[in-house]
Structures are given as structure tokens and as C-alpha cells.
């Protein structure tokens, strides 16, 4: 099997490699998300603390 073979997915190269490319954007937009989240919910824990010393 050649690399062209590989890449040509035997005729079902879009849906497959479209599939890949799906998926990736689905793992990298929960990762995104969860960092956002992340900052957030820091941003209002030292919101918190700094309202508890005042």
C-alpha cells in the first residue's frame, strides 16, 4: 500500500479525513472550554477572597 493509497482512503478519503477533522475540533473546542471555565471560576474565587479581607 503507497501513501497516496493511504491518503485516498480506497474513495472515501473526504469522509473519513472529514470526520478526523471533526473530531479534532470537537476535542479542541472542550479544551477551550474548559480552560475558559477554569479562569472564570478562579477570577471569582479571588473575587471572593479579596471581599472576605475587606
Known sequence: MSLAEFFHMGGYAFYV?????????????????????????????ARRARRRRS
Open 17 to 45: 479525513w472529514t470526520s478526523y477533522a471533526l473530531a479534532a475540533l470537537v476535542l479542541a473546542a472542550n479544551v477551550v472550554s474548559i480552560l475558559r471555565r477554569e479562569r472564570r471560576v478562579r477570577e471569582q474565587l
